[in-house]
């Protein structure tokens, strides 16, 4: 069942990626991030009345709130670098932190993997930055971009460690996705602010006319994400952690195939190896 929800995971945040990156091409990335996450808070809110999720309010709650707020952090330092450096070394290395971090708290906590789960380990993690297309020729990447790449890659580890803590039943994590979102969209939305204040456009072309029409789309990409996050948390309670991230953490090979499979976008050699080796890894860890 642990791989089977880290699997679920992977294919949903994949979805989710390839879903915001086509709605940033016409609307601002930040806009994009509050108005799905909006959407998330207005459907959780009402699933958490529904079922009386308030009932399991504890301390587990400050793990959600605490991932609420280096989510939108760690995806601010993440845009900011591909802004600035070759996504070809950005991506690949922001994915690598969704692994290591809750890896190594994994390990730290006392699991150990068996042989043919680190096989698995090494070949998938393989697999995702190769999925993600690393860059190593071209201009040397500014320090400056290697640090922001590098406290997104931890702050989308700490999410993910984050969220694993934040709930130990279904109900529970209903409330703590809620308040996860609650601080995203607190958090975002005063990035946003801040930019627009500077100067920085905060709709498309075409103002909320584009925004209403694209409303499907955004809560899609809010609720896909919402989805992904519980079902880490399933996968994180139903087995190995160290199972879990990887497995997660395949949703750079998700956003491939989409873009080849829907926008015709080809996979260079190094995509398409990557997503060989993810596979291999994924059954290595399955039968492990």
């Known amino acids: 069942m642990s791989a089977l929800f880290a699997l679920a995971t992977s294919l949903l945040w994949g979805l989710a990626d390839f879903g915001g990156g086509l709605l940033t091409r016409r609307t601002p990335a930040l806009t994009v991030v509050v108005v799905s996450q909006i959407i998330a808070v207005t459907v959780l809110g009402a699933i958490v009345v529904a079922t009386g999720g308030w009932s399991a309010a504890g301390p587990q709650l400050w793990f959600a709130a605490a991932a609420g707020v280096v989510g939108p952090a760690a995806m601010l330092c993440f845009y900011r670098a591909l802004a600035l ?18 890896l190594g708290v994994a390990l730290v906590l ?7 789960q680190v096989s698995g380990v090494v070949v998938a993690v393989a697999g995702v930055v190769l999925a993600s297309g690393p860059q190593t020729g071209g201009a040397p990447v500014q320090r400056q971009t290697l640090l922001l790449t590098l406290v997104a890659a931890l702050g989308f580890g700490s999410v ?8 130990d039943t279904l109900t529970g994590l209903f409330l ?39 409303l499907p789309a955004l809560a899609f990409v809010g609720l896909a994400d919402v989805a992904a996050n519980g079902t880490y948390n399933l996968a994180a309670h139903h087995g ?45 860890l399955a039968t492990g």
């Open 85 to 102: 450096g070759p996504m070809g070394v950005v991506s690949p290395l922001g994915a690598l932190g969704g692994v290591i971090v809750p």
């Open 110 to 116: 006392g699991e150990r993997p068996g042989l043919l």
């Open 160 to 167: 993910m460690a984050l969220i694993a803590e934040a709930s």
């Open 176 to 214: 703590a996705l809620f308040v996860q979102r609650v601080c995203n969209v607190a958090v975002g939305g005063g990035a946003l602010l801040i930019s627009v204040r500077r100067g920085n456009p905060g709709l498309p072309e075409g103002g909320m006319g584009v925004v209403w029409a694209s």
């Open 240 to 284: 190995p952690v160290t199972v879990a991230a990887v497995l997660a953490s395949l949703y750079p090979v998700v956003t491939a195939v989409a873009a080849r499979g829907l926008l015709g976008e080809r996979l260079r050699v190094v995509q398409a190896t990557g997503a060989g080796l993810a596979l291999v890894g994924t059954l290595l």
